[in-house]
């Protein structure tokens, strides 16, 4: 039986790559500010084994210096001062531009 479930994104200076372990097939659907953090909300079957997913913030005007998957979504921050754009990446992408396992 598929749930939403929801994933906490983080956001580290000087780290604007991240993965997350979810539900295999996960179905993103929702990127946004909850409490002052960013969160992805997705569909999922918890009977599905996990996998990581890979992921990058860009900033509006910031080169992306890799190739995109997926784009999720776009959040504001601290008052609206910080808009981030938040696109999937491959795996292979991820270690290419020097990402670790989180």
Known sequence: MNKVWKYNVPIRPMKDMFSLRMSKDAQILHFDVQNEYPRIWCLVNPDNENESRYFRFAGTG?????????????????????????????????????????
């Open 62 to 102: 910031h080169p992306i210096n890799c190739v995109i998957k997926n784009y999720i979504g776009t959040i504001k921050m601290m008052n609206d001062r910080l808009l981030y754009h938040l696109f999937e990446i491959s795996e292979d992408e991820y270690k290419r531009i020097g990402g670790k396992q989180s």
